[in-house]
């Protein structure tokens, strides 16, 4: 396991956990985002994640050392999975630890919104009735439509 990957089987959110516990952490937080049947009404059958693997690689680690110094202490490792994902699937994990549970929450929060941002993967939503690529350029449309 990589500090910061992207993988194409499922992801165990302990390994992640595990990598950033160490005796001075008081706190570990994990996120995990799963794939969600139901988005804005329109029922998903499964996504398909595609990236540039090492770019999106170096930007994770990016991520986590602007996150190593907004957050001094904070231990990151995150992973975001690509192929084809299942409901419930997890699609992405982000662990932190932190000497303080503050820290550790505002840190994972952080990674989120920056790999939405800037990490170069692709998703593309397969509903029953049709399938779109989402970019982070794109927002999700209004309820009840695409």
Same mark, same amino acid.
């Given at each position: 396991?990589?500090?910061?990957?992207?993988?194409?089987?499922?992801?165990?959110?302990?390994k992640?956990?595990?990598?950033?516990?160490?005796?001075?952490a008081?706190?570990?937080?994990?996120?995990?985002?799963h794939?969600?049947e139901?988005t804005?009404?329109v029922?998903?059958?499964?996504?398909?994640y595609?990236a540039?693997?090492?770019?999106a690689e170096k930007?994770l680690?990016e991520?986590? @050392?602007?996150?190593?110094?907004?957050?001094?202490?904070?231990r990151v490792?995150?992973a975001?999975?690509i192929?084809e994902?299942?409901i419930?699937?997890?699609?992405v994990?982000?662990?932190?630890?932190s000497?303080?549970r503050?820290?550790a929450? @505002?840190?994972?929060?952080?990674?989120? @919104?920056?790999i939405?941002?800037?990490v170069?993967i692709?998703k593309?939503e397969?509903? @029953?009735d049709?399938?779109e690529w989402?970019?982070?350029?794109?927002?999700y449309?209004?309820?009840?439509?695409?």
């Amino acid at each position: 396991m990589k500090q910061f990957e992207l993988v194409d089987t499922p992801i165990d959110p302990q390994k992640y956990s595990e990598f950033v516990l160490h005796p001075a952490a008081g706190a570990v937080t994990v996120f995990t985002g799963h794939v969600r049947e139901w988005t804005h009404g329109v029922r998903t059958l499964y996504l398909s994640y595609e990236a540039y693997i090492p770019m999106a690689e170096k930007k994770l680690a990016e991520i986590g @050392e602007e996150m190593e110094e907004k957050w001094p202490g904070v231990r990151v490792a995150m992973a975001h999975r690509i192929g084809e994902l299942k409901i419930s699937d997890i699609a992405v994990v982000i662990a932190v630890s932190s000497p303080h549970r503050k820290a550790a929450y @505002e840190a994972n929060e952080y990674a989120i @919104e920056r790999i939405k941002e800037v990490v170069p993967i692709w998703k593309k939503e397969i509903w @029953e009735d049709g399938e779109e690529w989402i970019g982070a350029q794109k927002k999700y449309p209004e309820k009840g439509s695409r």
